[in-house]
């Protein structure tokens, strides 16, 4: 990325809503290191994944919360709030960075399919622009984000100075509490959620299903993200939207599938 003489664009985008107190904090970091756009889901958006908004219309509108920062509210997905955003707002001309977050909550390990903050920071990196989701190992909504600060702001930093490679982005999360020793470039654990759906009844005596479960780590590794956020450190995990299994594609060529008796 070549240096420029103006301030960086940067793109601030979330799942937990605009309201949240961890896109406050996110928006406040930004607004050291460049010109900042606030484009955020109307209401909490957590698990989303990278679903998209179709069949329906999608509103988003300005709103007044905080003096002298663009910001806007959006009935969509946290990928709805990216996509519009960079159609929209910046109309093709693209941020420099797109941020995600704070979230509310760990998006460590197999966390990353399902997050609503890592898939809005995902949709930025599809659109080539250099992109981090940021989450904090705590659900609170008054959870304290500000010894997560000094993290967030060098590691932009060192992203707008240098970029990203091609097709990858950061997965960073934070552990709770301010005694963090540190930041380790990781891999994404092999961990797994053993969930279960707690059968209840409504008062109409009809049943429903409350989705609960314990997080089950794999993996012994101490290069991984779950081991360095239990060791008080903040993990950053370069990840990648091509899914392709490469390991497995010479195996597949290796299969015989008959294709002369079809």
């Not at 693209?94 to 399919?113: Q, R, Y």
């Not at 959870?143 to 490679?165: M, N």
């Not at 008062?203 to 360095?228: C, H, I, M, S």
Request: aromatic share 10%.
């Amino acid at each position: 990325m070549t240096k420029q003489n103006t301030k960086p664009n940067i793109l601030v985008v979330n799942d937990d809503g605009i309201t949240a107190t961890g896109i406050k904090n996110l928006m406040e970091v930004m607004q050291e290191l460049g010109n900042v756009v606030v484009v955020a889901p109307d209401s909490p958006q957590s698990g989303m994944g990278h679903a998209i908004t179709i069949g329906k219309p999608i509103r988003f509108d300005k709103v007044d919360l905080y003096p002298g920062v663009e910001m806007y509210k959006c009935s969509g997905t946290p990928v709805d709030c990216v996509k519009i955003a960079v159609n929209k707002i910046f109309k093709g001309k693209k941020p420099d960075l797109c941020v995600s977050g704070i979230n509310h909550g760990l998006n460590n390990s197999i966390n990353v399919i399902y997050s609503g903050t890592m898939s809005a920071a995902v949709e930025g990196a599809i659109e080539k622009i250099p992109s981090v989701g940021f989450s904090l190992d705590d659900f609170a909504q008054d959870a304290d984000f500000s010894y997560c600060k000094k993290y967030i702001k060098t590691i932009c930093e060192q992203v707008l100075e240098h970029g990203l490679p091609e097709a990858t982005l950061l997965n960073v999360n934070f552990p709770k509490g301010n005694n963090i020793k540190g930041i380790k470039i990781c891999r994404q654990a092999n961990a797994k959620w053993a969930e279960e759906f707690e059968e209840r009844t409504d008062p109409y005596k009809r049943p429903y299903y409350w989705l609960t479960g314990v997080f089950q780590n794999f993996d012994k590794g101490e290069d991984t993200d779950v081991w360095a956020l239990e060791h008080n450190y903040a993990s950053v995990v370069p990840v990648q939207f091509d899914l392709t299994a490469h390991h497995a594609i010479p195996i597949l060529n290796g299969w015989s599938f008959n294709e002369e008796n079809n």
